[in-house]
């Protein structure tokens, strides 16, 4: 599982106009090549009676699964410029639907290449891009006496509480970035001078909205 890494937030759409031509956008976020498929297919569907409908998707943690469609504009004008805006914004998991309807002025090859690239760009930014950490939820059990202590440093620190368990004793659930939990481990045990019995439970990742 990657450290982090950049995807859309959901479903977006979004339409400019060109030449009289409009383009639209769709976006949404696909973690398997079924998933990309299906999305294109329903788009699809529902734009039948548009120009082109045109698509590009990245997935996997290497972008492994790289496809680009023209579906009948010249080859190389519509599919590849959206995989590249979708390369160039880093983005993983994610589809692009370019639906156009032709509006009777020709672009040419340089305008449909900068006509599909603008429409993806502004799509996205449209839909949002986040970033997903991989958190750990690190549990730290400790004497009631501690609670008011720890809180206060954790609510002034750059970690996030996820949750306090009142039990026998307290246990404070809290989000760290995998690559910190040692040195999570190490501050926790110095602030409890080593009366916190601190454990690693679940992996999962946290999204945050970057643009």
């Not at 696909?30 to 297919?41: S, Y």
């Not at 994610?94 to 599909?116: D, P, S």
């Not at 008011?148 to 009142?166: A, F």
């Amino acid at each position: 599982m990657l450290p982090s890494y950049l995807t859309v937030k959901g479903y977006g759409e979004h339409e400019i106009v060109i030449q009289k031509s409009r383009f639209i956008a769709f976006i949404s976020r696909a973690e398997t090549e079924e998933e990309a498929q299906e999305f294109i297919q329903k788009i699809k569907k529902e734009h039948w009676n548009a120009t082109h409908n045109c698509s590009a998707y990245l997935i996997g943690e290497n972008d492994q699964i790289q496809k680009a469609n023209d579906d009948g504009e010249p080859s190389g004008t519509a599919g590849v410029p959206i995989l590249e805006v979708l390369k160039k914004r880093q983005l993983k998991d994610t589809v692009a639907v370019i639906t156009r309807y032709f509006g009777g002025i020709k672009l040419g090859a340089g305008g449909l290449i900068r006509a599909y690239g603008k429409a993806t760009s502004e799509g996205l930014t449209a839909t949002g891009i986040v970033e997903r950490k991989l958190m750990a939820v690190m549990h730290t059990t400790v004497d009631y006496t501690w609670l008011g202590k720890l809180e206060n440093e954790l609510r002034s620190s750059v970690y996030s509480i996820k949750d306090i368990h009142y039990l026998d004793n307290v246990e404070i659930q809290v989000y760290v970035e995998e690559n910190q939990t040692s040195a999570f481990t190490d501050w926790m045990t110095e602030l409890t001078n080593g009366q916190g019995k601190i454990s690693k439970g679940e992996s999962l990742y946290m999204e945050e909205l970057v643009q």
